[in-house]
């Protein structure tokens, strides 16, 4: 039994497979996804401040999930300076109302938010308040949790026609390379 060399028909249908496999693997990979990270702040993550916020922002890269937020803020000696209720989240910020800070020192906003992959982040903030203010620390340092409500359905979930896109491709190639095997 000889081989007879590679036709030019052979070739082409050989390139136009490689180009289909390829176009196929292209089309259907998926997205990545990368959990939400904090852009800024307000106040500015270690800043010092002279006059005390009467509120705090956290600026992410990605919308938030509204139903999972925590944020507590904690003064110099570990009580809470937030005005209580829900945080309040409008796409990528999150912020909440303080009252009056305290004394001077080191004030920490702690956060935990879910990102847009549905993935839990927390971290916190620290800041320095360079002069006392009028206000007088809680009891207790006390977290506040918005209660998780279902989040109405969003279009951040990969379309479905990419993968039937590929599915029908796949099935085309296979058809293909089974002619391609059944003629002599």
């Known amino acids: 039994m000889s081989l007879s060399p590679p036709s030019a028909r052979n070739r082409s249908r050989g390139a136009f497979l490689a180009a289909l496999v390829l176009f196929t693997t292209l089309a259907v990979a998926q997205p990545a996804m990368a959990h939400s990270v904090l852009v800024s ?14 509120a705090v922002t956290l600026v992410f890269n990605e919308p938030l999930d509204r139903g999972f937020t925590e944020l507590t803020v904690l003064g110099p000696d570990g009580s809470s300076h937030w005005e209580g209720g ?4 409008a ?5 909440a109302s303080l009252r009056p800070l305290g004394a ?5 906003v702690k956060y935990r938010v879910v990102s847009a992959d549905g993935h839990p982040v927390s971290g916190s903030v620290p800041f320095t308040l360079t002069k006392g203010g ?12 918005e209660t998780a409500v279902a989040a109405p359905a969003t279009d951040d979930a990969m379309p479905v ?20 095997i059944a003629k002599p």
């Open 134 to 145: 009028a206000g007088t620390a809680a009891a207790e340092p006390v977290v506040r949790t």
């Open 104 to 108: 001077a020192g080191i004030y920490t």
């Open 91 to 95: 796409g990528e910020k999150l912020s």
């Open 41 to 54: 702040s307000d106040p500015a993550k270690d800043s010092s401040i002279a006059s005390p916020p009467a």
């Open 161 to 180: 026609w990419p993968w039937i896109a590929g599915a029908v491709l796949i099935a085309i190639a296979g058809a293909f390379v089974a002619r391609l």
């Open 86 to 89: 829900a945080p309040v989240v």
